[in-house]
């Protein structure tokens, strides 16, 4: 059994030994108390933290696919580059089907369409770079993909490689923007490689009662290594190489920005990027800056649009930062476009600094663009091999529009509003970040609760995947519970292009996350799930 | 001026920059309730913290001096290791005046007398281990010292390094038991070091109104990098490499033990050293243990006196692991010495594995030792060389017993009860760990206000050290306030010696801590102070 039953007062030992290593580590969130203005001298009060959660023991996952998921990525990110390059077919197959229902798609294409009118000035840059992540989790294919099966079997993941032939990747989401998690996985790794040095995890197996093996299949070799903060802070420096010397008169040097959102509470996954950029031999100026007014007031372009920015220390008359890199933390939500949100957004675009994402990379975050993959044609028209398209296909599973224009978006209604076929779907909105998901039997009663059918066009509907289950002990804020749980490896891919020629393509980190089998959320600052380790078997 | 008028808007930023490398790197404190159960599942609160007091600006410190203590640092351990060795010196001067009245120095010899006999059956190892701190303030000599002068003068520290000719270092303690604070000054020195590397002190110095210089001072040349938690952990390594290979037929391996205090709300200063030593190419293993009952019930000795401990994690009939080194961060103070402290500490010394420190190690750490080295020819008898001797004593200021039969005795009694004079000096219990020391006007009062005038011999009276003050901003739970500050530079040694014979003498780090000039106590952990860096002038 893995793992195995834990006797209490060991729990106990090892809980401790994993909160003082979060403490110890920085492994924290921050509480925000938002609506109550912060006082600067009550330094306890804005300093107050809980830690991040995570999975007591690592999860098996297997050794073959973790890699394989690797080798994804450079697919991924050159598919993604094109997408982005294709205006026309972004505009027919996302943005037209979008513009009537989604306020966050039209509010992103009118930015992109006065960009490119004379009024926006023209896109500032003509350099695209992209830190994305391609979720993916574990699949059951076989028997259970078939329509008169009503029950979800379930299926372990087995911690002898060759019995788990019948699993696959199959890719949750792929993210354009604000990727987080980075930070926080590369340190829940460091935490499960430290705990295995320390031999708990075999004095934990040791111990067990009527086991068969009392041998831990956690060893160091078993647990990849991550170097996350170091492969985001290489790809900014990368950028930062790209865009070059400073260009304005009035600034002496240039530097990175990151855009983040006021009353941050996950500062833990952005700093220690930043600090990393700052630690370089040749260190890379890196500031911070917050989403709205505070970019407003802190940049301006100079005459050749060069981002211009003034660090918060700095007095009046003092000479700015060039922006070399502008990597957004912020604006990947509806809500953060009023209108200050909106002049920030096309402030960023119409300057010639990098944008990590510009616009039409960020719209490629939409749901739609998975399922607009799906048609007949579409890999093979951006994709230079068929190798790589049935490597990318095979990461698919069903995924249909809503409209109600199309045959196959008349199929997916039938789908979706019949209780018999929705509990095999998840309907998704367009958004990104979680929690917007409506799952399986919940779908139904929720498209015929809204107000107009014409809205279900803002969602697409895709199949479920049905993920190997096995045990493992979670430990939140809420508790430390034992459950059967359910795993999602995200990797992430930079890619930086011009205009069709891609100049950089790499894979430069991952992150394992886990939640209980049984909720269907996956988020782990929204308390949905943890950040764990693979056990590569 | 040094440090700058910082504007409010400013200040806040920076507060808001510091308080998040503190929540990132782990720079906190453990809100600790104690008398309360902590139910295991209760992860928020048992996880609670603040960030640990530290300085916004660097202090100044003369670059010389700063060396000079590093240099002092040997010469220190080796006298220390020698006095630890003579137990006639050091039951002649310091145990037998301290019997009579010091409740500690009772127990501690009883304990010696015990390991020496028969049934205590002797200390188990021949070898010894010292991880000292000696403790500096700079000192401000010349007409100061006159006897007529009755107004302290106010001297400052001077960014130019040949105005500092007046000042010396002057020792205030020498620590030879459970010396804190390294993994704490270590991060608040990278913290300083990154906020340099950044430019915000250029910036503010930039910003600054009506000052002189707008340059700032503040520069990484001038900040000296702090390898605290590495040099701490490299000598356990030493001394643990030193015990050799396992003896006992029951162990499998050898590993160090942190003896720890319960409820202990400061894991953050000692948490890096364990993760330092199993982080090795060849890691060390290394446990924690809680003072008192956890160490009997944990630990035995095998046959040939090996201290055997067995892991928290690991079920019955586990194989120990044989201690190689005892690392003693608890057992300081006389409270933890009821019945279950004293035999948890004899098991310990019977114990084989070399102890970080011995019990007569840890007598070196009373005052009364200070004022006993002042005495005529002791340092000559100690060190080999007029250089050495010359060298400590230029480190000492006035010191005198309070017993009532010395001729010295008698003369500090009529300092101390004189306020005309007692201002001058500060009343030293010989306990560790600040908190009880008795500054200046109050010492009259204090004295008399004991029901025994024997109880006065427990105390030394110390000349006070009139420390140049500067301006800087402290921050801490209580808020950020700008202020005159005084520093306290520690240093730590390793010393290894096996009966006269020096194995290992050794600088490994060093550590500045920083109060308020109003402020008598120094002691960051109990709010009274900050850790900072020196900014070397």
């Not at 030992?13 to 979060?22: G, K």
């Not at 505070?294 to 660090?311: A, H, I, K, N, S």
């Not at 060039?322 to 604006?331: D, P």
């Not at 993920?467 to 493992?472: F, L, R």
Request: with cysteine.
């Amino acid at each position: 059994m893995y793992p195995p039953t834990t006797p209490e007062p060991l729990s106990d030992h090892l809980t401790t030994q994993i909160l003082n290593y979060q403490l110890t580590h920085g492994m924290h969130l921050k509480h925000i108390t938002l609506n109550q203005p912060q006082p600067s001298h009550n330094i306890t009060s804005s300093s107050s933290s809980y830690p991040i959660s995570t999975s007591i023991f690592p999860n098996p996952f297997p050794r073959a696919l973790f890699h394989h998921a690797h080798t994804l990525q450079p697919i991924y990110n050159e598919l993604y580059a094109r997408l982005s390059d294709s205006e026309s077919w972004l505009y027919d197959a996302v943005i037209k089907p979008l513009l009537p229902v989604d306020p966050f798609a039209r509010i992103l294409w009118e930015m992109h369409l006065r960009m490119k009118s004379k009024r926006g000035g023209g896109y500032g840059s003509d350099i695209s770079m992209g830190l994305f992540r391609s979720d993916y989790m574990l699949h059951v294919s076989g028997n259970g993909n078939s329509d008169q099966e009503e029950v979800e079997v379930e299926v372990g993941i087995s911690l002898k490689e060759n019995e788990n032939a019948g699993l696959k990747l199959k890719q949750v989401e792929f993210n354009t923007i604000a990727c987080a998690g980075g930070c926080h996985a590369k340190k829940v790794v460091d935490m499960h490689r430290y705990l295995t040095r320390t031999g708990v995890y075999d004095d934990i197996f040791s111990n067990a009662d009527g086991e068969e093996s009392r041998k831990s299949p956690i060893t160091l070799s078993s647990l990849p290594t991550n170097e996350n903060i170091k492969g985001l802070a290489d790809s900014l420096a990368t950028a930062h190489d790209i865009y070059g010397p400073v260009r304005s008169d009035l600034a002496t040097k240039t530097g990175v920005l990151f855009i983040v959102q006021p009353d941050n509470f996950n500062v833990a996954d952005e700093l220690p990027i930043e600090y990393a950029l700052w630690d370089r031999d040749v260190p890379v100026p890196t500031y911070r800056v917050e989403w709205g007014d505070d970019v407003l007031e802190r940049t301006c372009l100079g005459g050749d649009r060069e981002l211009l920015f003034y660090p918060h220390l700095q007095g009046e008359g003092s000479m700015p930062v060039e922006i070399s890199v502008v990597y957004l933390r912020a604006g990947l939500e509806v809500h953060e476009y009023d209108a200050v949100g909106i002049e920030c957004r096309v402030r960023l675009e119409q300057s010639r600094a990098v944008k990590c994402p510009s616009v039409l990379g960020h719209v490629l975050t939409f749901k739609k663009v998975q399922q607009a993959l799906m048609g007949p044609g579409v890999l093979e028209r951006f994709l230079d091999s068929e190798e790589k398209v049935l490597a990318i296909r095979d990461t698919f599973v069903g995924m249909y529009p809503m409209d109600g224009d199309s045959e196959e978006g008349n199929y997916a209604r039938g789908l979706a509003t019949d209780p018999e076929t929705a509990w095999r779907y998840i309907l998704k909105p367009s958004l990104e970040g979680g929690g917007h998901n409506i799952y399986g039997e919940d779908i139904p009663g929720f498209l015929l609760g809204m107000s107009s059918e014409s809205e279900w066009g803002r969602y697409v509907l895709m199949e479920r995947i049905r993920s190997p289950v096995v045990g493992n002990v979670l430990m939140s804020k809420m508790g430390v519970e034992e459950s059967d749980v359910v795993s999602e490896l995200g990797v992430f891919g930079l890619c930086i292009w011009k205009k069709g020629d891609i100049l950089r393509n790499e894979t430069v980190g991952w992150s394992l996350k886990t939640k209980f089998a049984d909720v269907d959320e996956m988020s782990v600052v929204k308390g949905f799930g943890c950040f764990d380790t693979p056990l590569l078997v």
